[in-house]
């Protein structure tokens, strides 16, 4: 059952159209990756479907609610990952997690529990009250995402949920980011440059470029897509969007991501 249906789904910048009519559903429970260029619509669409951005025509409903008509409610059944820090460093982790679990309506008397069972679930509880700013990289967004889920979210977004980590840092988020999808049954949309991510941690991958949706499936049917031996999806990747992994993106993307790489350590 479809928990994301997206119909025509479009957003233009004046005469930029950085998503082109995109129809996608993605299913109840699914790990689903969004891949493209820099450029090619991916957290445009994140954007989208988290309410931060109108779109510009067609439709997108989140567990069966409109985008546009009902962005509030939409709000409270997701969680939202950015690529840009999102933790407070002057506060503690626990310090963090109990103002997020606020923000997000969490009962008073639910609140202390589930903070602390986020701190454990996440390796976080030893640093609980450490300011975030002595974190490391890899616990800084493994805090980011106890953040996005402590309301207990249907769909999780995550926008480059590992970028600036080293390799350790980034398989330790793979693995806490699986057992959190096996343990609440949430759906997780990612975005990513990570091919190894994406073919290791999700059931489907959708490919975007200029804004238009290129390839869709599971990541082996794209692999056997691509007439060559023992396909990656890497090789996936620059088939269909003719790019290579770092080239694309603006100025000020540039050094968003740079500002963000250098921030998370």
């Not at 007439?227 to 990656?232: H, I, L």
């Amino acid at each position: 059952m479809a928990i994301l249906e997206l119909e025509a789904l479009t957003r233009r910048f004046s005469t930029l159209v950085a998503v082109n009519a995109l129809t996608l559903t993605i299913e109840r429970g699914e790990m689903f990756a969004l891949l493209g260029p820099n450029g090619a619509g991916k957290s445009t669409t994140i954007k989208m479907l988290t309410t931060l951005l109108p779109p510009s025509a067609g439709s997108a409903r989140v567990d069966g609610l409109d985008i546009a008509r009902h962005p509030s409610a939409v709000r409270r059944i997701i969680g939202y990952v950015p690529q840009m820090l999102s933790a407070d460093g002057t506060l503690t982790g626990r310090e963090n997690l109990s103002v997020f679990a606020r923000l997000y309506d969490v009962p008073r008397r639910e609140r202390r529990p589930r903070v602390e069972e986020a701190l454990a679930f996440m390796g976080l509880a030893d640093a609980a009250d450490r300011p975030v700013k002595q974190y490391s990289g890899g616990m800084i967004r493994r805090l980011e995402i106890a953040q996005s889920m402590i309301h207990n979210p249907r769909v999780l977004f995550l926008d480059e949920p590992t970028v600036g980590l080293d390799p350790s840092a980034r398989r330790a988020v793979w693995e806490h980011i699986e057992q959190l999808r096996h343990r609440t049954g949430a759906t997780i949309v990612l975005t990513t440059h990570q091919m190894e991510e994406a073919d290791a941690l999700c059931n489907r991958v959708a490919i975007m470029h200029q804004g238009n949706l290129v390839a869709l499936g599971t990541p082996a049917e794209l692999k056997a897509s691509v007439a060559k031996r023992a396909a990656t999806l890497e090789d996936v990747f620059l088939h269909y969007t003719g790019s290579d992994l770092e080239t694309g993106g603006t100025y000020s993307e540039t050094r968003r991501t740079r500002r963000a790489v250098r921030r998370l350590g």
